[in-house]
């Protein structure tokens, strides 16, 4: 991973902002550790996704139609790149979908989008833009379970582990595409670093997926942390993820 990784970064640092990794005194203090934050919010869409979703897309650069579903942090990545990249997207979001991340959605994408709210989950959203996506013959932009989107995310750590030689990275699961991006490329170097999967407690389908040994789909989930609720982790990423996460 780390490898492909230096392969992609030249193309998509021309459209991803190389975010500062900062030191938290507070937190260091409190917990009396050097503790850093990656600080992602200052992204240009203010979350990680948007480097999978370009990294999927750049790799597509002959497609012009592109469908996606996502809960909002995705979606606006997938939006953003379709304006700058001159490209028609399709977006699904749930209804679950707070207006305050629908009005971005829309400000990043511009007249290079079209969205449809269908489902009351993100499953079920899901479903339908694929569906949508095999009929019309267009590239499906997977918010996580994508080797090309899980490289994308992965250049979080490239950039963390050529700045610090971290003991921990905790990181946030939901459908597992930063972890696994993460845990992939820190399994690659010499400096041992254990990555820790932070789900949450309403969503936890990697951690109930880990005690079985197999992918758990969630009957019920806790929408509070919207960009995270998940019913099941992604396929690809569970392989990932069960034998390299904490």
């Given at each position: 991973?780390?490898?492909?990784?230096?392969?992609?970064?030249?193309?998509?640092?021309?459209?991803?902002?190389?975010?500062?990794l900062?030191?938290?005194?507070?937190?260091s203090?409190?917990?009396?550790?050097?503790i850093?934050?990656?600080?992602?919010?200052?992204q240009?869409?203010?979350?990680?996704?948007?480097?999978g979703?370009?990294?999927?897309?750049?790799?597509?650069?002959n497609?012009?139609?592109?469908?996606?579903?996502?809960?909002?942090?995705?979606?606006?990545?997938?939006?953003?790149?379709?304006?700058?990249?001159?490209?028609?997207?399709?977006?699904?979001?749930p209804?679950?979908?707070?207006?305050?991340?629908?009005?971005?959605?829309?400000?990043f994408?511009?007249d290079n989008i079209?969205?449809?709210?269908?489902?009351?989950n993100?499953?079920?959203?899901?479903?339908k833009?694929?569906?949508?996506?095999?009929?019309?013959?267009?590239?499906?932009i997977?918010?996580?379970?994508?080797?090309?989107?899980?490289e994308g995310?992965?250049t979080?750590?490239?950039?963390?582990?050529?700045?610090?030689?971290?003991?921990?990275?905790?990181?946030?699961?939901?459908?597992?595409?930063?972890?696994?991006?993460?845990?992939?490329?820190?399994?690659?170097?010499?400096h041992?670093?254990?990555?820790v999967?932070?789900?949450?407690?309403?969503?936890?389908?990697?951690?109930?997926s880990?005690?079985y040994?197999?992918?758990?789909?969630?009957?019920?989930?806790?929408?509070?942390?919207?960009?995270?609720s998940?019913?099941?982790i992604?396929?690809?990423?569970?392989?990932?993820?069960k034998?390299?996460?904490?």
């Open positions: 991973m780390y490898r492909k990784v230096e392969k992609i970064l030249p193309t998509l640092q021309k459209y991803i902002k190389k975010t500062p900062e030191k938290n005194n507070l937190l203090e409190k917990f009396n550790a050097n850093y934050l990656k600080r992602e919010d200052q240009y869409t203010r979350s990680f996704k948007l480097r979703s370009l990294n999927k897309i750049l790799k597509n650069a497609s012009n139609n592109l469908v996606t579903a996502s809960a909002g942090n995705h979606a606006q990545g997938v939006a953003h790149a379709c304006r700058i990249l001159e490209k028609k997207g399709t977006i699904f979001l209804t679950t979908t707070p207006l305050q991340k629908i009005n971005r959605i829309k400000y994408g511009r079209t969205i449809k709210i269908i489902g009351s993100f499953n079920e959203s899901l479903d833009s694929l569906e949508y996506s095999n009929h019309n013959d267009n590239i499906f997977h918010p996580y379970d994508d080797l090309d989107v899980i995310q992965a979080i750590a490239y950039e963390i582990l050529n700045k610090i030689e971290p003991d921990y990275i905790l990181c946030s699961v939901g459908g597992g595409g930063l972890s696994a991006g993460i845990s992939s490329l820190c399994s690659n170097i010499k041992k670093c254990k990555v999967g932070v789900e949450p407690y309403g969503a936890a389908s990697l951690t109930k880990l005690q040994k197999k992918r758990i789909k969630l009957d019920k989930i806790d929408t509070f942390v919207d960009g995270a998940v019913s099941q992604g396929e690809t990423n569970y392989n990932i993820l034998n390299l996460i904490y």
